[in-house]
Nanobody, 122 residues
Framework: VQLQASGGGLVQTGGYLSLSCVAS???????MGWFRQASGKEREFVAT????????VHADSVKGRFTISRDNAKNTVSLQMNSLKPEDTAVYYC?????????????????WGQGTLVTVSS
């Protein structure tokens, strides 16, 4: 499956952005999620949800500020990011895994999108 992420940009501290990822195949067959990678750092887990969109897991660093959601009818997974902080600055990657099991580790991911840059100014 191919993943196309969009929605990144420049925002001030406290602002919000919404990222979107469109898949080339039915997202109902995949667990979907988001990772991010700041300059000079390893890629880290942000959020994931199951194929049915019912269960979701968010990293502690974004819990209460970010919300992952999906629309299987549109083959889309989204990440609503509120109360953004400078430390949220990173390239955000859409990710997918075959089957229904959720993922939080990069080695569990089967497919990656191309990334979209989010910059939060202080």
């Amino acid at each position: 499956v191919q993943l196309q992420a969009s929605g990144g940009g420049l925002v001030q501290t406290g602002g919000y952005l919404s990222l979107s990822c469109v898949a080339s195949r039915r997202t109902s067959s995949y667990a979907m999620g988001w990772f991010r990678q700041a300059s000079g750092k390893e890629r880290e887990f942000v959020a994931t949800n199951l194929y049915n969109g019912v269960s979701a897991v968010h990293a502690d660093s974004v819990k209460g500020r970010f919300t992952i959601s999906r629309d299987n009818a549109k083959n889309t997974v989204s990440l609503q990011m509120n109360s953004l902080k400078p430390e949220d600055t990173a390239v955000y990657y859409c990710a997918a895994r075959n089957g229904v099991a959720p993922f939080t580790r990069t080695y569990e991911v089967d497919y990656w999108g191309q990334g979209t840059l989010v910059t939060v100014s202080s």
